[in-house]
């Protein structure tokens, strides 16, 4: 009888994980809902700055790198697609080198918008 209730204890434990916020069990997922992530933009940090780079130089910083504001959190590079709309991968390198020159560097751990998701190192 302990041999069969280990296997039955040993395959719910199996059948359980954890993913991006989530709890999958057989019967039931339960998530928390940690609000949007910071967009591409916001991971261009200053060090001696970090999570409170000042935005408005941040855009003139990437004005001058080729850079196009769509949206108050969003932008493109000149010429980052080829004709059929595939990223360029070299113009992008040379978009973020320019960010590098003018001190920013691209912090990928920012966490979520919510305050308690956020790791603290990214603004908008």
Not at 35 to 41: L, R
Not at 69 to 95: A, C, H, L, M, Y
Not at 104 to 112: A, K, Q, V
């Amino acid at each position: 009888m302990f041999k069969y209730l280990i296997i039955i204890l040993s395959m719910f434990l199996v059948s359980c994980s954890y993913s991006e916020g989530c709890w999958y069990t057989p019967q039931m997922v339960s998530c928390v809902d940690k609000g949007d992530e910071f967009p591409y933009i916001s991971m261009f940090q200053k060090k001696e700055t970090l999570g409170h780079t000042d935005s408005e130089q941040r855009w003139k910083d990437i004005k001058s790198c080729n850079g196009v504001k769509r949206s108050n959190t969003d932008f493109f590079v000149k010429n980052d697609r080829d004709s059929d709309g595939i990223i360029i991968p070299e113009i992008v390198d040379e978009f973020e080198r320019c960010m590098a020159t003018k001190g920013y560097y691209l912090e990928r751990d920012c966490g979520w918008q919510k305050p308690e998701w956020s790791t603290g190192k990214c603004n908008i």
